[in-house]
């Protein structure tokens, strides 16, 4: 078997069988078709890896059976895993109780709850939550079902936007004691 490209751009496959009384039968097939779009595929692809390594949310996809299928490296550097970790085979729960044994969900009693309640979610309706990490970290964790069964997990960090929530909510107190006083103060 052999591949070659002609002047006019078409892609040939040759192949060369032999005969039983010794010679051989050459076969020339037009792969042109298959080739480009085997090149489309290709490019596509290329496009999507480096979208998916360069976007800022990390992002799982697991399958039916709740086996990883993909995951880009923001997510593994959000959590805190060694590279490769996330390899495509994982299961939700090996998971699971990576990131419980991690300290993820918490210490003791609470943790295993919170470890046992996300092996069991069901994954057919979306889902999300907001997770506080050992570091302080915040993430919004967003669990959204796939069209074959299976579901992808989108981690975004939060933190700097609670920050920002939590500050206004104290200037808005502050603004309000500073009102109901003043009311006060006049009102006397």
């Known amino acids: 078997f052999h591949q070659r490209v002609t002047a006019d751009g078409r892609v040939l496959n040759n192949a060369s069988h032999p005969t039983p009384d010794g010679g051989f039968v050459v076969s020339i097939t037009d792969v042109t078709a298959l080739a480009e779009a085997q090149a489309e595929a290709d490019r596509r692809a290329t496009i999507l890896g480096v979208m998916l390594d360069n976007i800022r949310h990390g992002i799982v996809l697991f399958d039916a059976d709740g086996l990883l299928v993909a995951a880009n490296p923001m997510v593994s550097r959000m959590l805190g895993l060694p590279p490769g970790l996330l390899a495509p085979g994982m299961t939700v729960q090996d998971l699971v109780q990576t990131l419980h044994a991690?300290?993820?969900?918490?210490?003791?009693?609470?943790?295993?709850?919170?470890?046992?309640?996300?092996?069991?979610?069901?994954?057919?309706?979306?889902?999300?939550?907001?997770?506080?990490?050992?570091?302080?970290?915040?993430l919004e964790i967003v669990s959204d079902p796939t069209p074959d069964g299976g579901f992808v997990l989108t981690y975004t960090d939060v933190?700097?936007?609670?920050?920002?929530r939590d500050e206004l909510e104290r200037a808005r107190t502050a603004a309000e004691a500073a009102s109901l006083a003043k009311s006060r103060f006049l009102a006397t």
Do not use: C, L
């Open 102 to 138: 991690r300290g993820e969900y918490g210490e003791g009693e609470d943790a295993e709850r919170v470890a046992a309640a996300i092996i069991v979610h069901p994954r057919e309706a979306p889902r999300r939550q907001i997770r506080r990490r050992p570091d302080g970290t915040i």
């Open 159 to 164: 933190t700097d936007d609670r920050r920002i």
